[in-house]
Each structure stands twice: as C-alpha cells, then as structure tokens.
C-alpha cells in the first residue's frame, strides 16, 4: 500500500474510535445496534464496500437501516455488485474491521487483507459506492461517516441516492452493474409496467366477477409507506389507501409494521373496526417484508395473518399453474421441453402446514438457517426459486437460461398461435420476473404480485388464507448475557452448545401433541429467539414459555453457566 494511502487511512480512522466494551457483529443483515454507539462502525464499512468495489471491479452498495428494529438502532449493511447481500466470505473480514481497537489495528488489518485479496489498492482504479438510507433520525450523521470511510480509499466514488427503501438500493446495484437505469423512476416504472400487463392477462370470465381490487397498507411509519404514495397513482386496476406512511407523525415500527403484526398478530395503529372485512398489508421500517391481515370482528383480539408462508404458497401456486398451461400436452413439440426446476425455501419459522401443503403442490422444499442471504443462495439453484422467510421476507428468482427460454417460447407461440393460452402464461411469467424484484426480498413488488393473483383467480383474501390451516404457534425473545453461547446446526432446528440444552428443549416438546420447538441467537437483536408450534394455541404458547425458562436457566442473568 502507498505511504500517502496509509497515512490517509491512519488519519481518518483516528476521528472514529471504536465504541468501549462492545463486541459487533455483522449479524443477519450487517451491522445493527444503537445508533450512537455505530460511527466508527459505519465509516469502517465505508472503507470495506471501497475495497469490495475494487476487489469486483464493480458498483456496489451500502444501506444505512435498521429495518424492523426500533427508531433509536441503526444498521449498515453492503449490497453486492450482483444486488444481493455481501459475500459471505468477507463477514469475518468485516467483523475484524469493526472491531479493531487503533487506528494502526485496522491499517495493518486493511494491509494484510487487501494483499490477501489482490485488490488494486493503487489509485488506479477507482470504487464506485452508490448510499441508500431509511427515514430514521440518525441515518444523515451516520451516511457522514460512511462517506468519510469511502474517501478515505483513494479514487473511491460515493453517490448519495438519498431516502430509499433496501429493496430499492438492492434493485438499483444490480440494474446499475447490469448497465440499466438505476433510477427510483426506473423503479417505479418497471414494476408498475409489469403489474399493468399481469392486470391485462387477466382472464375475461374472472374480470366479469370483479373481485375487491381494494388494499390498505400500513407503512410501519417508514420509508415504505411513503414511497407507496408515489407508487399508488402510477398504477391501474388497484385502489389502494396507506396508513401510517411516515410523514404523520407516527413513531418508526412503534405499534405498526410487519415485525409488530407477524409477532403480536394485533392490529396496528390506525387500524380498528372500521376494516372488518377489508384486505389489509403491512410492510417493515425499510419495506424489505410484507404480510398481510384481516382485522377481528369486535370481541376478538387477534388478527387472521397472513404471512410470508401464505405468499410463498400463493406465489408458487400460481406459477405451477402457469407453468402447467404452458408445457400442456400438444404442445410439447419444437423447443418447448424445458425442464425447469421449480424449487422452495424456507426456514424452520416456516409453519408446519405450509411446508405440508407446499409438499403436496409436489414442490421441492428446502430448509435454510435464517437471513435471506441463506435463502437466496439457495433459491437462485433452481430456474423458479421462491424464497420467503415466515416474517413476510422474500421474493421469486428465475434463472437467466429459463427466462432466454420463456422469451424465445412467447416469440415462437407468438408466430403459431397468438394469443393463446400458452402465450399469456408465458407472458405472466415473463411480467413475473420484471415485477419481483430479482436482487432481494421486496414488500412492494411482492404486494403488487398478490395482488394481480388474487384479482387473477377472482379471490378474496379470505378464500387465499383458506389454502390451509396454520398451526398455531408462538415466538417469544428471552434477554440472556451472552446469545453468542447458543450455536446451532441443521438449518437452526438443533442446539448442540451450550451441553444439555437442547435434551431439556425435547423433553418439554415431547409433552405437546404435535410440538415442534427451537432456539436461536437473534443476528439483529441482543436477544434469544424461541419458536413453538402445536395442535392448539394454549400449548404453543405453554410449550414457548416453558422453553423460555429454559433458555433463562441455562443462560439468562444471575444463572448463567448452568
Ligand atoms: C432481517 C433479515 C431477515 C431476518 C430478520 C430477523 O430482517 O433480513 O432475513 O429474518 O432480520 O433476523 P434475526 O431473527 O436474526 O433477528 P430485517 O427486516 O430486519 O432486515
């Protein structure tokens, strides 16, 4: 490295110590925590995405969020040139990097790294680092950092695109490196194009039953709902109301949101019984989740949710069902015998009955630990991958084979027989594919997407939430001293340290008819997270607390070490 580089280096950091006592961690979905103990980490990030530009010789991103966290966290996560989350080879790189005590600690660490990597740290080349925020209060100092660690890799470009939601920075890295627009008008115009044309295959008869074409949305106060306001009058053929977008005065994820109505499975604010009957979604702090909810009848707390699991099923329904129109019989001949394989994944939060019911769609499910960089990776091994965490995140992937194939198919069915059946099937997938965003989980192409299927299949939400029963189940957090100490295997089903731990989960799953139950350190929260599921709510939620004193007695203050 050139003497003015490291002296450079040297500089900087020295304005950004690293906070006293505090071990971080790039978690889930990089770096979260309090927002004023997280500079020094930002602006090291900062330097971190400079170095993995130049390492690709690529754009790549850095989103300032905290997503479903509350107002007073922040977070940092990098957006790979591909537009999906960072390499998983350079987490531990990042972790040395936050964690370095000196500023001549995280030199020699940049040095030995860079070597290691062959990056062309020379001033030759130059990073290019397009910066994406929430709405949260602390996100502006915070992007000061972060722009502070890029310039200070010689040559190394930032480009604030202001207030975004992640999905949109994700879609935006990828367009970008695609050589595309990476516009928010780009954006807007793609997904509310494809939404247009999966609203004009819709078939006559459905149209004649003209299904509810009405949703409202609470935006959890945040980014989402604002962006949704734009969004709305772009599009035909949904009405469309947003609550709690941001602007109101409302507090971030407080009462409202995806996390808040997946977990408590309450309504949020602004809603109550005026909406009895009335389709309504709700999207996180950074509108990277969405699910949707049915508000109780007077009398009855709880909400019908409608989670990621639900979208999941009535995503790869639908697209069984089109792929199935498209490759009926007799219509086998020229070169329509591709062999696409249709694959799901989930996580162990996913509810028993959808996995069942997916199984017996005759899908392919498999099972990831948690965080969608898990999902994905796995999902973008199939030509229709469909990826969704129970918590509302996730989004379809089709391959760049497939999606050649299913163009040259539309052209050719196009020649023979337009207007087909074949074709609009071939067309639908095709509008699938620009719609759903392509780079990460995204509420708000993802709302879109159900909502051109239920107007497509003439259903109300209540007729989709009837695809199958979900068991009842419980998540509860547990504050313990150190959630480093839980370590799990099997996609996060089995605790194999601390010793014991998981034989005391089993015995007390084993007194539940049809008990499932597993922990697991939280990579967003300072928390251990518990989920139960049983054949009636009062057993996964006896099953959810027991196993939380378990967790407390192996682990939580004042009896750790047991
Ligand atoms: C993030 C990840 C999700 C994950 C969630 C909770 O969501 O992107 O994949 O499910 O955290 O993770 P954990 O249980 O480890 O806290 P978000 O919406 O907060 O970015």
């Not at 949704?228 to 005065?249: P, Y």
């Amino acid at each position: 490295m050139k003497e003015e580089q490291s002296s450079l280096l040297l500089k900087s950091s020295s304005l950004f110590p690293p906070p006293q006592g505090v071990k971080l961690s790039y978690g889930t979905a990089g770096f979260r925590a309090d927002a004023s103990i997280l500079k020094s980490t930002v602006y090291r990030v900062g330097i971190l995405a400079a170095l993995r530009s130049l390492k690709t010789q690529s754009v790549v991103g850095l989103m300032i969020t905290a997503s479903h966290n509350k107002v007073t966290d922040n977070g940092i996560k990098i957006v790979d040139p591909s537009g999906g989350m960072l390499s998983q080879e350079w987490e531990p790189f990042a972790d040395q990097l936050a964690n370095a005590q000196t500023p001549e600690a995280l030199l020699s660490l940049i040095t030995e790294f860079v070597k290691k990597e062959n990056i062309p740290l020379d001033g030759v080349q130059s990073a290019k680092i397009l910066l994406g925020r929430d709405t949260r209060p602390s996100g502006q100092s915070l992007l000061e950092a972060a722009k502070q660690g890029i310039s200070s890799i010689f040559g190394a470009i930032a480009l604030d695109l202001g207030i975004l939601t992640t999905p949109q920075l994700h879609w935006m890295v990828r367009a970008r490196n695609k050589g595309l627009k990476a516009t928010e008008p780009a954006y807007f115009e793609q997904i509310s194009s494809s939404f247009r044309c999966l609203i004009d295959l819709i078939p006559n008869e459905t149209k004649c039953n003209k299904t509810d074409n009405t949703v409202v949305v609470d935006g959890a106060d945040g980014v989402g709902g604002d962006k949704l306001e734009v969004l709305k009058n772009m599009l035909t053929g949904l009405v469309m109301e947003v609550r709690n977008f941001g602007k109101g005065g409302g507090l971030l994820n407080d009462g409202v949101g995806a996390d808040f109505v997946q977990k408590e499975k309450v309504v949020p604010r602004g809603f109550g019984s005026d909406d009895v009957g009335i389709r309504c979604a709700s999207l996180d702090g950074d509108a990277d989740r969405l699910v949707y909810f049915l508000v109780p009848t007077s009398g009855n707390s709880k909400i019908d949710l409608v989670d990621g699991d639900k979208i999941l099923s009535l995503f790869a329904l639908f697209i069984k069902e089109q792929q199935s129109i498209l490759t009926k019989e007799g219509n086998e001949k020229s070169n329509s015998n591709f062999q696409a394989r249709l694959g799901i994944v989930q996580t162990a939060y996913a509810n028993g009955a959808s996995t069942d019911y997916l199984k017996q769609l005759g899908l392919e499910v498999i099972s990831t630990p948690t965080g969608v960089k898990h999902l994905h990776e796995k999902a973008a091994q199939f030509d229709i991958g469909i990826y969704f965490e129970a918590n509302g995140h996730g989004t379809i992937l089709f391959s760049e084979s497939y999606l050649s194939w299913l163009e040259a198919r539309k052209n050719e069915l196009g020649l023979v027989s337009e207007g087909s059946e074949q074709q609009k099937a071939a067309l639908r997938l095709l509008s699938i594919s620009n719609l759903i965003n392509q780079a990460v989980g995204d509420a708000l192409s993802c709302l879109l997407l159900v909502e051109a299927i239920l107007q497509h299949k003439g259903w109300s939400i209540h007729k989709w939430n009837e695809l199958y029963q979900d068991l009842p189940s419980r998540q509860l957090k547990v504050k313990v001293v150190d959630r480093t100490a839980v370590v799990t295997a099997n996609a996060e089903t089995l605790v194999v340290s601390p010793p014991g731990i998981q034989e005391a989960i089993d015995a007390e799953t084993a007194k539940y008819p049809k008990g499932r139950c597993f922990i697991r350190p939280s990579g967003t929260e300072d928390v251990i997270r518990v989920y139960a599921e049983a054949s009636t709510q009062e057993a996964a939620d006896s099953l959810a607390n027991s196993v939380a004193k378990v967790v407390d007695q192996f682990l939580g203050f004042g009896s750790s070490g047991q």
